[in-house]
């Protein structure tokens, strides 16, 4: 069980940064008043890998305590920054709630997805199992020593699930695979491999689904039999196999084949 952290005031500011120096064994939480962006992820100022929640936008209340519910479970530790008028407001609003609920909430997608490489996707095919990349090195399948969210400064306790997401971030994540190397530009040329889209409802209705205050994700592996609702790989879009595909193109393209079968309930572009 992971140990919260409470900075209620912004002078702590100081008292954060000299006082813990294991910093690769926390994850920092801001709740920013300004932050245009929903949610945004990457290393702080102090070191720290940190998650900012914009209070611009709806339903940040439930990101904070959604985060706080997994650091209770999760074996690293955090610290939650923002107002305590702002955490009793949330507290009251979450009341009820889990960050393993087991139903989709009302601003949620039941339509998850997850992106792979072509060569990953052969392996996944033939058992019919997503793994997150620890279960895969476990495995002896991966053999490079850190997944590409090392990159990002993503902790090693994120590297023991499955992530799932959707629009063009799940393709950023196969393009920058290929290359190596962070790359979010959702038009540079790339290769996709598959894009997945999973049932979010089921895999919440059987307590898969965990949400961390910035991902949705699922501990270890997912059941294709039990999950998937549709594979999409670029031969299912297009006959032309020189075909030039972007993340932006290939998101788009996919969804809305995907749309044409599952049109009546899915809310996953929402």
Not at 135 to 150: H, S
Not at 196 to 223: F, N, Q, W
């Amino acid at each position: 069980m992971g140990t919260i952290k409470y900075l209620f005031e912004k002078d702590e500011d100081v008292l954060l940064e000299n006082t813990i120096s294991n910093k690769d064994e926390w994850i920092l939480m801001t709740l920013d008043e300004e932050a245009e962006v929903e949610v945004n992820v990457g290393m702080s100022r102090q070191g720290f890998y940190e998650i900012i929640v914009s209070k611009k936008f709806d339903n940040w209340e439930f990101r904070v305590m959604d985060f706080i519910g997994y650091i209770g479970v999760a074996s690293i530790n955090g610290i939650v920054k923002m107002n305590h008028e702002d955490y009793v407001v949330a507290t009251d609003t979450y009341r009820g709630y889990s960050y393993k609920d087991k139903k989709i909430r009302d601003y949620e997608s039941n339509v998850l997805i997850h992106s792979s490489s072509n060569k990953n996707w052969k392996l996944i095919k033939k058992e019919l199992k997503l793994k997150s990349w620890k279960k895969l090195y476990d495995e002896g399948v991966i053999l490079t020593k850190n997944p590409i969210g090392k990159f990002l400064g993503d902790p090693d306790e994120f590297s023991q699930y499955v992530m799932l997401g959707l629009g063009t971030s799940c393709e950023v994540v196969v393009s920058s695979s290929t290359k190596n190397s962070i790359d979010c530009d959702i038009d540079t040329i790339y290769k996709p491999g598959v894009r997945l889209y999973l049932d979010a409802e089921k895999l919440a209705y059987d307590s898969r689904l965990i949400r961390d205050g910035a991902h949705v994700k699922v501990m270890g592996e997912v059941d294709l039999s039990k999950y998937l609702l549709m594979a999409i790989t670029p031969q299912i879009l297009t006959n032309d196999y020189e075909h030039k595909w972007t993340p932006k193109t290939f998101s788009k393209s996919a969804d809305s084949h995907f749309d044409k079968y599952y049109a009546c309930d899915s809310k996953h572009n929402k």
